[in-house]
């Protein structure tokens, strides 16, 4: 009965010790699921503003003579 209560307790042990650290990681998934979720999911707005284009050499040169 002893080394029984003994399994019992040291499994109970185990997992209590386990617990915080796999928690953690748990938190930390969900934390940037969170943060980035949204980013990856939504469509884009047909209105959202364009990303800005590099001019070229033409439209540089343009610019400062002009």
């Known amino acids: 009965m002893g080394t029984a209560w003994n399994a019992v ?4 042990a185990t997992v209590m010790g ?7 990681h ?7 699921a969170f943060v980035i979720g949204p980013a990856i999911s ?7 503003p ?3 284009r590099t001019p070229s050499p033409v439209e540089h040169s343009a610019h ?3």
């Not at 386990?18 to 953690?24: E, F, G, K, S, T």
């Not at 748990?26 to 940037?32: C, E, H, R, S």
């Not at 939504?42 to 959202?48: I, K, L, R, S, Y």
Request: no cysteine; hydrophobic share 50%; charged share 10%.
């Open 42 to 48: 939504n469509p884009e707005p047909a209105d959202a």
């Open 26 to 32: 748990v938190g930390l998934f969900a934390g940037a």
């Open 18 to 24: 386990l617990a915080p650290h796999v928690l953690h």
């Open 64 to 66: 400062h003579t002009g």
């Open 50 to 52: 364009r990303p800005a």
């Open 9 to 12: 307790t040291a499994v109970i």
